[in-house]
């Protein structure tokens, strides 16, 4: 199987899953969303093929509202992978989502995003989705369920064999960034009904859909939301900075593990 990894907040941190022997290749692919080529890192591990997108860029330079997520999805589709599993870095708003530290994997998202690249189908590029093997006829694709069930199962059952304690499901709540939220946004985002929050899996998990791309998000809680840290005996909460200074390490040595899990599971 050729399997599709995205990694976000911390990717720099992330080592080859498998052999640490391995050979490691990079591909670059030419898609219609981008003038450049898309530079894709790809390895067996287990008997699959892994293919590796920075999805901030190589220096992590790119903020989340200038991701091309289309030609992402568009360079891992046409590089021939058949799932996509994203790593993102969020914040925890309820105790469902999270305490710093650990791993989520959600279930559903509500996209407050705006400005962004968000579909295939935008006009123009019909031709476009002919040549990624999708229809070119309009699709108003379906996202009643927008993280594939079966992938999340099959991460779920994952870290129970390998021991890893996730966070079973969950909404993410996805914003624009790449300020962070204030507390009464938070507050907001609540009442909304999200557990955590981060700033790329919209469009990217509907982009994977429209692609006909199973897509599941291993999403690593490296702070507390905005106001929802706690306080010390000085009456101070750490910052959100200083938060993921101490958690996003963690999180990644966690995502690799269960990854690691994931991959073994495949084979067996
Ligand atoms: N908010 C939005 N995105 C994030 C956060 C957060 O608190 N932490 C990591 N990514």
Known sequence: MHIGLIGGTGAGLFSPLGDSGCIVEQIEVQTAFAIESVVIKQWQAHGHWVL????????????????????HI??????????????????????AGGSPGTLTIPDQYIDYTYGREHTFYDGQQMQHCADLGISEA??????????????????????????????????????????????????????????????????????AAEAGLPY?????????????????????QQSIHEQLDEWVGACMTQSHALLEAYLQQLSS
């Open 138 to 207: 309009l699709q108003h694709v379906e996202c009643s369920r927008p993280l594939d069930a079966a992938l999340r199962r099959a991460l779920l059952q994952a870290a129970v064999t390998a021991g890893i304690a996730v966070n079973a499901a969950g909404t993410c709540a996805v914003m624009q960034g790449p300020r962070l939220e204030t507390a009464a946004e938070i507050n907001k985002l609540e009442r909304d009904g999200c557990d955590i929050v981060g700033m790329t899996l919209a469009p990217e998990a509907a982009l």
């Open 52 to 71: 590796f997108i920075p999805r901030h860029g190589p220096n992590a330079q790119t903020p989340p509202h200038k991701v091309n997520y289309r030609a």
């Open 74 to 95: 568009a360079a891992l589709k046409q590089a021939g992978v058949e799932q996509i599993i994203a790593l993102n870095a969020v914040g925890g708003i309820t105790a």
């Open 216 to 236: 599941a998000c291993i999403a690593g809680v490296v702070n507390c939301a905005a106001g929802r840290a706690p306080v010390d005996g000085k009456g101070q």
